[in-house]
């Protein structure tokens, strides 16, 4: 067997650490004495300037990083951002580009919108502010919200198959009691499902909820916990253990459950561009972009992508930032399908994301920074978290139109020399 090139270098550059003089003295455990930084119950300027003292007296950080992190308006709203985080020592700046207007003729979201993108990757807000461009002149990208339920899965051990069964029965007998558990928890969210699923001697419990506004991440675990402990207390057939969250609901994981049915707000927007927009707002044209899209689309296939799709991922992460999301859910947020066919003379573009998790309220929504961007969109109250899902659907599709185009006509590179590399 010919072992290949890259794993012999990979194997000497080891072999050649490994046997460094100290090598095995530095892999050992250490009890060396360190010094610890405790969390503290609520942030102020105070507590941010007492970390910073602790930092620079261990000679981690300097003055200057203090006054780049924790700046004077930081300071002054120590106590809004301490809500959302613990141990504070300042926050951190990222350039916010806008992409605009975008035009969405949607079930919730219908206007212009300013699309607001925080990044430190050159060329995405370009790339993004161009597909917006070209669909608005088209007359907007159609979206709908097609399904909403954020998703959480409990589970249960017992001590068998049998037991795990009885409790089934007696959960699928009782769910209007283990709803009105859930929904007391919440004004705004409510179990919409509840799903058993048995492997031998474990039970999960799939809800799914609607969470009004808010994505309603926390929103969910607090009602299932509340279901759990009912369950518990009132089924005769008791677990030896349970837990609020088995994994099974890919929060914060790409999953074929998640693809398949949804978690959060799945979502289609699509639009047909005539070929002139193709032509001289893509520089491409429509049987090339066609062409691309086949081989890209071999390349998802043959790769074992959950869907297929360009870069999602680009526009959900910059958009999460901007709008104070979880930019941890673009794990989960960034599958889906991107479509494009001929229709008549022009190109059907459309992307169907089946677990957006954004909302207009709760979580990182309310800092300033963000509270701001999100005021660009002129988003608030009913409706306005499906209209934001709408928006974030109609951005990707932005961003995937833009590459399309870009690397079927081979000028892909060139734009990311000339904006980022050469600015």
Known sequence: MIVPHHVTEMLRRVRTRYFDTGTEARMMPSD???????PVRATSAATIRGYWSRLTSLHVGTDADAAQLADPATLEAASVYGANIENMIGTVKLPVGVAGPLRVRGLHADGDYMVPMATTEAALVASYARGALVASRAG???????????LRTPAFVFESLLEAGRFVDWVVAQVDNLKDAADATTR???????????????????????????AGQ??????????????????????????????????????????ITGRGRKVSASVVLPPDLVESGLRSNVDAMLDYGRVAGLGALMSGQLGAQAHYANGLAAFYIATGQDAACVAESAVGFTRMERRGEGLFCSVTMPNILVGTVGGGTGLPSQRAALNLLGLEGPGSGAALA??????????????????????????HDRLARKR
């Open 32 to 38: 060396d004495p360190f010094s610890s930084l405790r």
């Open 140 to 150: 907007g990208i159609s979206t709908a919200v097609l399904y909403e339920g954020v």
């Open 188 to 214: 705004y969210g409510k179990l919409t499902s509840l799903e058993p699923v048995i492997d031998t001697n474990v039970v999960f419990l799939l809800c799914r909820y609607t969470t009004g506004e808010a």
């Open 218 to 259: 926390n929103m969910v675990t607090i009602a299932t916990h509340a279901l759990c402990e009912r369950a518990v207390a009132a089924c005769p057939t008791k677990p030896r253990r349970w837990y609020v969250e088995g994994n099974f609901s890919g929060d914060k994981k790409a999953t074929f459950l998640g693809t």
């Open 390 to 415: 709408e928006i974030t659907a109609a951005l990707c599709l932005c961003g995937e139109m833009s590459i399309v185009a870009a690397m079927s006509a081979g000028h892909f590179t060139s734009a």
